[in-house]
């Protein structure tokens, strides 16, 4: 099949390219790069979050370059009518992630243009992250490096250092970084909690999980990590209830997205003390303003919305894409799409 590879400043068309070739895929490919800066594409990504891929021009060198492609290859670059409207041969668009915020998915549909997200491309690195920012705040690590810097020699962090180790960890949600990270603290021998009423019993038992509801995971953990997928249904819905029900020396971890919480009810948890602090990878609006009440604050560590940002990551994205593109190759479908069923696909 041709295809179009759009490449960004994360990850590389070649990494697409060496992928295909590695796994003896048949069609041509065409490779044309997203144009901005990386601070540019995250941000544009981060609006169409919001409000969808009409929200951000469509790019004239994408424009220009999809021809007769029949299938489009990217991450982050905006695919909104527009840009289908100019493959006129366009039969799938493959996106190196999850989440399609970044395509007009109605619109594909109405063409016939199956949308082809991947999934667990990156969840092994948000697991990694989310233990960083465990240990970053119950053990101080940040701040103790900040204060070495600014000259001082910080000890006193307003009580003593918390161990992960043997403690209760919860989890709302449990999908590929859930897995990934009950796999990873098994070495700390902690007390695992999940909340999310579409795993299995067989899931959670295979990972030594106790299933809970929402509250219970927020009463008794020592440690909360978000993980759940944003819908209509979870946006904001951890609110201000929920951190009212924390333990004092609790702490709450965000490397999902930041429209799942009621931010300003964290701000008021984390300024009051009603908790230890958080660690948080993801906020409405990226970069932070100057004015951010949430960067006066002493217990909280703050990451710049780069969990799955790493070479691992991004090679295994592209090489989820290439294997996508072969079986559509190859069969004419892929189970996996997101409009597969309008597309008589399953």
Known sequence: MRTLVIGDHFIPAQYYVDAFASLGGDGPLRTVDWAGAKGEQHAAQQVMEVRGPGAVAASEEILDAVGDAEVLALHFAPISRTVLDAGPDLKAVVVARTGLENVDLAAATERGIAVVPVFGRNASAVAELAIGLMLSEARDISRADRSVKDGAWRKDFGGPGQEIGGSTVGLVGFGHVGRELAARLR????????????????????????????????????????LARL????????????????????????????????????????????????????????????????????????????????????LRSARLVAEAIVSLERTGRVATAANADALGWR
Not at 254 to 268: E, F, I
Not at 300 to 310: N, P, R
């Open 187 to 226: 070495g700390f021998e902690v007390e695992l909690l999940v909340a999310d009423p579409y795993v299995s019993d067989d899931s959670l038992g295979e990972y030594g999980a106790k299933r809970v509801d929402l509250d219970t995971v927020f009463r008794e953990s020592d440690f909360v990590h978000v």
């Open 231 to 314: 819908t209509p249904e979870t946006e904001r819905f951890i609110t201000a209830r929920h951190f009212a029900l924390m333990k004092p020396t609790g702490y709450f971890v965000n490397t999902s997205r930041s429209r799942l919480v009621d931010y300003d009810a964290l701000y008021t948890a984390l300024a009051n003390g009603h908790i230890a602090g958080a660690g948080l990878d993801v906020f409405d609006s990226e970069p932070i303003a100057a004015d951010n009440p949430f960067r006066t604050l002493d217990n909280v560590t703050i990451t710049t919305h780069f969990g799955g940002d790493t070479v691992t990551t991004n």
